[in-house]
Structures are given as structure tokens and as C-alpha cells.
């Protein structure tokens, strides 16, 4: 059973997560993924927020929905292509003993490469605040819905490179690991919602709760639940924790 | 730091791959670990590098158990393992600091440990190439280098001559034996001359129980108590001497070699036939040009150790 660590122990078990999610980093963008993914992300949101028949300029109110709902599309599709190859490419090589019998936990190589994603993913939603400006020179904007829906964005991917991470953790094939996340990552995203729309009373409900949309659309018109949050944070925990009961597996 | 392996049991569903192992490797010894494919070794280096934990039984390395300080263990272990997986997408350098970072080596030591390592590995040229540019024997070099980045006390290599040319084999294992001089090493092989020109002492183990354990002269001795004699004669018939040789009482079976008058002579178990059959010949008049005790090949034991009875 592990106690509370002190802070010095603290202090290691996060260097060790910052060195390994740094490597991550460094490879996403040595490989040129991360440009990729970048130049795409912007590419993709940009065209559909600024150019696309139903664009920004027909909402008839300085706001970011349109970007929102085209960012919740393209992650939902990036994001899987990110976190395919952080433990399958591990497992076909070989590195994954490499790096599990150097003074690593389990945990650490778990939450270092989902840090590295998270920081990916949160770089290219940055560079979308451009956007922010522009809409806030057009008009009035509610600072507070904006906040939300960046926010919620940031939850959401988090959500889904903990499912992608888990994905990825259970083959050594990459494609599976695309395939399986986008698989989970579409009960949430889209069919959890369908049904609960096909449905009454109960299982209404618990789809309802259960799809991610109805919990980020309530984020980017600006209104942040309790709910929501806990929401996010248990699809988080819940793919990490799996992943590391994988991970660790490999022990036996 | 030595290493305790103290009744060691690792199954793989129903099948036992290593059986109540016990042994212990002593600081500054170098262990070959010898045995056929499938036989175990791989699984008790994992288990000794912490990777896989034990069904029954324990490993110490140093004072910490794989069971209860694992992190302590590995931080210890200079690790190669099997087929030397590596970052291909990296440069070796950045490949080195990375391990040299997790190792937890301090950060006024890292530059000057990473170029130690470029220099003992013989890797100045490759440095800043990536890993995937590298030819095997130049990979097996990164391999050893991130072993001993954190100048471990314990270095468990598991077969670090696969695929390399001759030259190179000669080129790393000088400096195992230069490496294995003040650490503990033990690597593993399924080549026996190789085990034999590095290793101080041998343990095969087949069928995830060890079957001898000792130094090659030791093992020389156990396997086999009789003693062969490659024997050449002149002056004499084939039949004439392999009659006269029989009537010797240390000599259990005489075979001719060839028809040059060469053969070989095996004498009783524990006894030696050398001055008999010298004296024979002077006896008779032959001309024994040449009398030469043949040692047991370490195949010959590995083989009688291994095989399938």
C-alpha cells in the first residue's frame, strides 16, 4: 500500500512524468505529427469558423459556437491519429520493458504521455485564441462563454486522450489502437446521445448524461456545471486507470 | 553488490518457465548464463531486473528485494535486454540524456557521464545520428551505453552478441571483461565459446532448473571422469596395437582415428592410462609420436546437460 508521499517524493514522481512526457513531445514533433496536427487543427476550424456557408459572420452575434462545435468535431477526429502510437508503437519495439526497468512506475509512464498529448492538443487550441481577438473586435463578447467553451474543450480532449491512451495500450498495432479509440470515442461523442434521444424516462437520463455532447454544448454557451466537470474528470480517471491496469499486466 | 536469487518461481499459465531457482553472484563476478532457447534465462534476468514479478521466491540485489523496493532495485541495474529495443527516432545523444534523466543521474554529472559513455562505447562518430541510421553492431553499443550510463553496480545483458560480425563480438565482449572487473554482470548466451572466453563462472539451466554450476574447468570435470587420450603410434599393425592396447587395465575402448596410426583411447572412469600406454610402447619399440589428453568440449557438456532424455 503506498502512503502519502512527502514533497520530496512528490517532487521526483513528477520529474520522472515531466522527462518521459518530454521525450513524448520532443518525438510528436520531431516526427512531424504535431505540425501536422497543428496546421490541420487550424486549417479545418478555420475554414468551417471563418470562410463555410454557415460561418461566424451569419450568427448575427460576436460569438465563438460555430468554432466550438467545428473544434469538438476535429478533435474528436485528431486526437485518436495523436494517441495511437504512445504505448502500441512501446509494445511492438520493445521499449516498454527498456523503460519499465529503469527506476519508472507505471503510473508515471501513463501520465507522462498523456501529459504530453494534453500539451499538444492545448497548444493548438491556443493558437486558436486569434480567433478570440478578432471576434472581439467585431462586437461584444460574452468573455465568460468563451472562457467556458475553452475550457470545456480542454476537458473534452483530456477525456478523449485518456480513452485514445487506453486504446493504444491493449495491441502492439497502431491501427488498432486508431480504430479501437475512435470506437469508444464515438459512443460518447455522438451515439450515447442518439439513444437517449430514441428513449424515455431512465435510460433517457442516463445516455443523455453518459454523451459527451450534452455536457459540452452546456460548456460553450458558457454555463460550467458541477456535473460537467465530474463528468470530464471520471472519463479521465477512468481511461488512465485502465490503461495502467493494462500497463501493469505486462509484469505478470 | 551481489545478487541473491533465493527459490525463484515464475509460471506461465500451467507451465513452470522458471522452477525453484536459487543462486547468488558475487561483486566483481561475471555470470554466463547458459542453457537453449526457451530454457529460462530471459525470464530470470526479467525477474532479476524487476521487470516481471515473481510467483514464489525472491531476488536481492544489493539489500532490496524485487518484491518490496523494486524502484530501488532497478535503480541499481544496468539493463540490456533481449534484441535491444531502442527509440529508432531519436539521436543517440538525446537517447543517452533521456536515460540518464530517468536514471536520476545529477544534472552537473549528465554531460560528462554521456560523453564517457560515447567514448568507452566507441560511438564519437554516431553521436548525433538517429538511432534508425545505425548499423546493429552500432545499436548494440547504444544499448550497453544506456545500461551503463548511471554507472550501475549490477549489469544483467541478455545475449549482447546477437547479430554482430566476429570483429565486433571480440570488441564487445573485451569490454564486458573490462566493464565486469569492479561491477557484477550477468549475461546470458546461447553460444558457448562466448560464455567460455568472458565468463568467470557458468550456469546452465534448462528447463527452468539449473542443471550445473560452476567455473568451465569445473564443469569440464564433473561431466565426464574419463579421461581420452589422442594417441599416434608408428611402427606397429592397426590390429596388433588396438589388441595389445586392450590388454592394458586402465583402458576401457581403443578406436583407431585413421589409418596414419592415430586413435583414441578411453580409459576407466577416475583413471589415467598415459604412462601405461607410454611404457607399452617402449616395451614393444613403437613410435609414440604423439600422446595428447583431449578436454571434453563444453558442447559436448551442454549437450549431455540438455538434451531431451
Known amino acids: 500500500m503506498r502512503i502519502i508521499p512527502g514533497p520530496q517524493k512528490i517532487d521526483r514522481f513528477m520529474k520522472q512524468i515531466w522527462i518521459i512526457a518530454r521525450r513524448e513531445l520532443k518525438s510528436f514533433f520531431d516526427s512531424l ?21 454557415a460561418d461566424i459572420f451569419f450568427q448575427g452575434q460576436a460569438s465563438l459556437q460555430v468554432f466550438f462545435s467545428i473544434a469538438y468535431w476535429t478533435l474528436f477526429f485528431f486526437i485518436p491519429a495523436l494517441t495511437m502510437g504512445l504505448l502500441a508503437e512501446e509494445n511492438r519495439s520493445g521499449t516498454i520493458e527498456l523503460l519499465l526497468t529503469k527506476p519508472v512506475e507505471d503510473w508515471q509512464v501513463v501520465l507522462g ?14 493558437l486558436t485564441l486569434p480567433y478570440y481577438i478578432t471576434v472581439a473586435n467585431i462586437g461584444p463578447v460574452d468573455h465568460g462563454a468563451v472562457i467556458s467553451g475553452y475550457v470545456g474543450l480542454l476537458l473534452m480532449s483530456g477525456s478523449y486522450i485518456a480513452i485514445g491512451l487506453f486504446a493504444s495500450s491493449f495491441s502492439n498495432n497502431q491501427i488498432v489502437g486508431f480504430l479501437a479509440a475512435l470506437f469508444i470515442g464515438i459512443m460518447f461523442h455522438w451515439i450515447f446521445g442518439m439513444i437517449s434521444m430514441n428513449f424515455g424516462g431512465f435510460f433517457a437520463d442516463l445516455f443523455h448524461f453518459l454523451s459527451t455532447s450534452s455536457h459540452f454544448d452546456s460548456m460553450s454557451r458558457g454555463v460550467i456545471d458541477f456535473t460537467d466537470l465530474l463528468y470530464f474528470l471520471s472519463i479521465m480517471v477512468i481511461g488512465l486507470v485502465a490503461t495502467e491496469s493494462i500497463l501493469s499486466k505486462k509484469h505478470q | ?73 532497478k535503480k541499481s541495474i544496468g539493463y540490456l535486454p533481449e534484441h535491444n529495443p531502442l527509440y529508432l527516432d531519436m539521436a543517440v545523444i538525446d537517447y543517452l540524456r533521456f536515460v ?81 572487473r569492479e561491477k557484477t554482470v550477468i549475461l546470458s548466451s546461447h553460444i558457448l565459446a562466448e560464455v567460455e572466453a568472458t565468463c568467470d563462472r557458468i550456469i546452465i539451466i534448462n528447463r527452468g532448473k539449473i542443471v550445473a554450476d560452476g567455473t568451465s574447468e569445473e564443469l569440464r570435470k564433473h561431466s ?86
Not at chain 2, 583402458?251 to 592410462?273: A, K, W
Open chain 1, 33 to 53: 505529427m504535431a505540425y501536422i496536427m497543428i496546421i490541420a487543427f487550424l486549417g479545418f476550424s478555420g475554414f468551417f469558423t471563418w470562410l463555410y456557408v
Open chain 1, 113 to 126: 504521455k498523456f501529459l504530453a498529448t494534453f500539451l499538444l492538443i492545448a497548444i493548438a487550441i491556443g
Open chain 2, 1 to 73: 553488490m551481489d545478487i541473491v536469487i533465493r527459490n525463484l518461481t515464475k509460471k506461465y499459465g500451467a507451465q513452470r518457465a522458471v522452477d525453484d531457482i536459487s543462486f547468488t553472484v558475487k561483486t566483481g563476478e561475471i555470470l554466463g548464463f547458459l542453457g537453449p532457447n526457451g530454457a529460462g534465462k530471459t525470464t530470470t534476468m526479467k525477474a532479476i531486473t524487476s521487470y516481471l514479478i515473481p510467483d514464489e521466491g525472491d531476488v536481492l540485489v544489493g539489500n532490496y528485494s524485487v518484491n518490496k523496493d523494486s524502484q530501488e532495485v
Open chain 2, 100 to 180: 540518464a534523466e530517468l536514471q536520476g543521474v545529477s544534472k552537473d554529472k549528465i554531460n560528462g557521464r554521456i560523453l564517457e559513455m560515447i567514448d568507452v562505447c566507441g560511438l564519437e562518430a554516431e553521436k548525433h545520428k538517429k538511432i534508425n541510421e545505425l548499423s546493429k553492431g552500432y545499436r548494440q553499443r547504444v544499448g550497453l551505453a544506456q545500461a551503463l550510463i548511471h554507472d550501475p553496480e549490477v549489469l544483467i545483458l541478455d545475449e549482447p552478441t546477437t547479430g554482430l560480425d566476429p570483429n565486433q563480438i571480440v570488441e564487445i565482449r573485451e569490454l564486458i571483461r573490462k566493464i565486469g
Open chain 2, 224 to 309: 565426464q571422469g574419463k579421461e581420452i587420450l589422442r594417441v599416434t603410434v608408428e611402427g606397429v599393425e592397426r590390429d596388433a596395437f588396438i589388441r595389445e592396447a586392450q590388454q592394458v587395465s586402465t583402458v576401457e575402448q581403443v578406436d583407431p582415428l585413421d589409418d596414419e596410426g592415430s586413435y583414441e583411447i578411453q580409459s576407466r572412469p577416475d583413471l589415467s592410462s598415459r604412462k601405461s600406454i607410454f611404457a607399452l610402447c617402449c616395451e614393444k619399440n613403437w613410435v609414440l609420436t604423439e600422446l595428447t589428453p583431449i578436454q571434453t568440449k563444453l558442447e559436448d557438456i551442454f549437450h549431455e546437460l540438455t538434451m531431451d532424455r
